[in-house]
């Protein structure tokens, strides 16, 4: 199934979270934060949204960083994606 996202909405997929603390400790999943690099997997269109123009700055394939706990968590076809605002990426990772 593919997701087309509208306006300027970003569906984008968390990389995998850290196992282990910068001590070399494993983490348990409850210890584990949400991870806040991802991967870009879709891009809407942009346009005219609450009366202003918003062009899109990111692109699929880009890596980026997003608000910790911005957007909407979903699951299609046993994969976890968030759909979230161009405004909630804080940046692109090069």
């Known amino acids: 199934m593919k997701i087309k996202p509208l306006a300027d909405n970003v569906v984008i997929k968390a990389t995998e979270a850290e196992e282990t603390n910068k001590s070399g400790m494993a983490l348990t999943s409850a210890a584990k934060e949400k991870p806040q690099v991802a991967v870009v997997v879709a891009v809407g269109p942009g346009g005219t ?15 980026v960083i997003a608000a910790k706990y911005s957007g909407t968590d979903i699951k299609i076809d046993g994969e976890e994606y968030t759909i979230l605002h161009q405004s909630d990426i804080l940046a692109i990772v090069e």
């Open 49 to 63: 949204v609450d009366g202003k123009e918003v062009k899109m700055s990111v692109k699929e394939g880009d890596k």
